[in-house]
């Protein structure tokens, strides 16, 4: 089997077209693409349709009788306080006002399309949203002054991707205790002074990707009852994360999961009860993983990348690694320090026929000769 490309493709975002004189083009996207160019593979099924009741298609609260028939943006006062008396609105709403400091908007209770906060350079608060319980999408962007997200407090679900981005005084998620799904991706990168995910705490189900890319998070409690990822995990570019502490719910892995360059990551802690993975597993350039720790629950996955792990020193935690396909596409390589008899080791549990489709780069000793591993 050849080895397959895992990229984390992020939707594309509506153009707003305002309902009312406003000028509805969106002109600076959330980068909250997190620069994923990935290696892990992307063939396994990840539809929630065959694994979850929670589709955003069984959504059947569609109600839009009173609400404002249309997209609508809010660019000036006057385009805030003429939707204020709109309890919903069937299309997207954007804000995107550089004078506003609060979302007053104390009607709205859903937004049927997306909702989208972007680029408001003085927004400190999104209290005036405490009624909002519903919203078909949520982007969070570039908003400089803005710290938490309190003002969310009643927002139960959102139907489509949420999405935290390039906030740059974002120190918490306080504001959405209350969220319990997200159908669509979320995403959460590029805060640069978020140092926690408290406020996700009744969280329990992701039906498409998450990511998360933040400079100073140490670790990833406040996820503690996440028990399902349907799409992908890509955790990656987080330069203090030491472990992933926060997933311990996890147990079986519907996507490709991507653990990369978080340069002080020392544990795999975490992870473990996870027990099979559908998709690949990645586990590339953390520089300071000394061992696979928190695997030792993990029994099954179609494909294994371990790649440019500079302090790896034992592949240690992958001894029940043995429910593996016959298509199993294996891949340890460039670990400065990792013994090569200490992959044959473990090769021996996982595959005993001792196939590997690439391994090279690792600490050379007797079961490397003639460049290429050689297992007794």
């Known amino acids: 089997m050849k080895q397959a490309i895992f990229v984390l493709m992020c939707p594309v975002l509506l153009v707003l077209s305002s309902g009312c004189g406003s000028d509805g083009d969106a002109g600076t996207d959330a980068d909250t693409d997190a620069d994923t160019d990935t290696d892990a593979d992307s063939d396994a099924d990840t539809d929630a349709d065959s694994d979850s009741d929670t589709d955003a298609d069984s959504d059947t609260d569609t109600d839009t009788s009173g609400c404002y028939d249309g997209h609508y943006l809010i660019s000036s006062i006057d385009d805030l306080n003429a939707f204020q008396p709109y309890p919903c609105i069937a299309g997207n709403l954007e804000i995107r006002f550089s004078n506003l400091t609060t979302v007053d908007l104390p009607s709205l ?180 993983l000394a061992s696979l720790s928190g695997l030792e629950k993990l029994t099954s996955v179609p494909g294994l990348t371990i790649e440019n792990n500079a302090s790896l020193t034992s592949l240690s935690g992958l001894e029940n690694l043995t429910s593996v396909p016959d298509y199993l596409w294996l891949n340890i390589s460039n670990n400065a320090v990792l013994p090569y008899c200490d992959i044959c080791t473990q090769l021996a549990a996982i595959d005993p026929q001792n196939t590997i489709d690439s391994c090279s780069g690792n600490a050379a000793d007797g079961c490397y000769v003639n460049d290429e591993l050689t297992c007794n």
Do not use: C, Q
Not at 197 to 207: E, F, I, Q, R, Y
């Open 109 to 288: 209770t859903a937004v049927h399309g997306e909702l989208r906060i972007e680029g408001n350079e003085n927004l400190t608060s999104l209290s005036g949203l405490e009624n909002l319980a519903k919203v078909g999408g949520l982007i969070i962007s570039n908003n400089v002054a803005l710290p938490n997200l309190s003002g969310l407090e009643n927002l139960t679900k959102v139907t489509g991707d949420l999405w935290i981005a390039d906030n740059a005084v974002l120190t918490s998620l306080s504001g959405l205790e209350k969220l319990t799904i997200v159908w669509g991706d979320l995403r959460i990168t590029d805060n640069a002074v978020l140092t926690s995910l408290s406020g996700l705490g009744k969280l329990t189900d992701v039906n498409e990707d998450l990511v998360i890319t933040n400079a100073v998070l140490p670790n990833l409690s406040g996820l503690d009852n996440l028990t399902s990822v349907y799409g992908n995990l890509w955790i990656a570019d987080n330069a203090v994360l030491t472990s992933l502490s926060g997933l311990e719910n996890l147990t079986m892995f519907y996507g490709n999961m991507a653990i990369r360059y978080n340069a002080v990551l020392t544990s795999l802690s975490g992870l473990d009860n996870l027990i099979s993975i559908e998709g690949s597993l990645t586990i590339e350039g953390n520089a300071s």
